[in-house]
């Protein structure tokens, strides 16, 4: 069947644009993940949605980041007034249990 | 707070050695523990999890890893090294959960590299 899906793939947007990042999590999954992979940070949590429960968005860098998910499946990342240090490569995730099902990820470069 | 400390950035084996990969985790309680790997430009790939059942972990690819509490270890291993497996490594830990998954705490990643 069809693993989580991201688009784009690729994005490239100038300091101080707004960003849309996609993610079609796996039919059924309850749970959405989306994590942040950097040079300098490595693997980061960034939100967490689970069912109908509030998201855990303990891991939002800054309130220029929001996320929502639409009718528990696709969800968007938001990035808003870009910086370069969001410049990373945004992985999404989903699960029905423990184990999370990763996408390929979007590479972001802010310019 | 959890967190997972992986030693060695970077290790390399010949082709056919033995692979170890070291995790070490923080966890007031005994979490879940996971090892993921990234091959370029792709996403994360599950090779094994341990979710407080067999200590012994079996997973793809020939790799396994052994649950030590008294350690606090999660060692990854594989008895021979195929040059396929050169990718990097990521160990990641979670609350333990008998329910739902909860996000992952990673570590900073172990690049493997095989030659001949």
């Known amino acids: 069947g069809a693993g989580v899906s991201q688009s784009p793939s690729n994005k490239v947007t100038e300091k101080g644009k707004d960003v849309e990042l996609r993610c079609d999590p796996i039919?059924?999954?309850?749970?959405l993940y989306w994590y942040r992979q950097s040079l300098g940070q490595g693997l980061e949590f960034l939100i967490y949605f689970q069912g109908n429960s509030a998201p855990d968005k303990s891991g939002l860098p800054s309130d220029r980041f929001s996320a929502e998910r639409t009718g528990g499946s696709v969800s968007t990342l938001t990035i808003q007034r870009t910086q370069q240090e969001d410049s990373a490569v945004y992985l999404c995730?989903?699960?029905?249990?423990?184990?999370?099902?990763f996408g390929p990820g979007t590479r972001l470069t802010v310019l | 707070a959890q967190s997972v400390t992986q030693l060695g950035s970077h290790v390399s084996v010949s082709e056919g050695a033995l692979v170890l990969l070291r995790c070490n985790y923080s966890?007031?309680?005994?979490?879940?523990l996971f090892w993921y790997v990234q091959y370029p430009n792709q996403g994360l790939q599950l090779l094994l999890k341990y979710t407080s059942a067999a200590t012994l972990v079996k997973g793809i690819n020939g790799f396994e890893a052994e649950f030590k509490k008294s350690e606090t270890s999660f060692h990854l291993t594989k008895p021979s090294a195929h040059m396929s497996d050169a990718a990097e490594y990521f160990c990641a830990v979670s609350p333990p959960n008998t329910g739902t998954a909860s996000k992952l705490t990673f570590g900073t990643g172990t690049r493997l590299q095989v030659t001949l």
């Open positions: 966890s007031s309680v005994p979490p879940y």
């Open positions: 995730a989903s699960s029905l249990w423990q184990e999370q099902f």
């Open positions: 039919s059924g999954h309850t749970a």
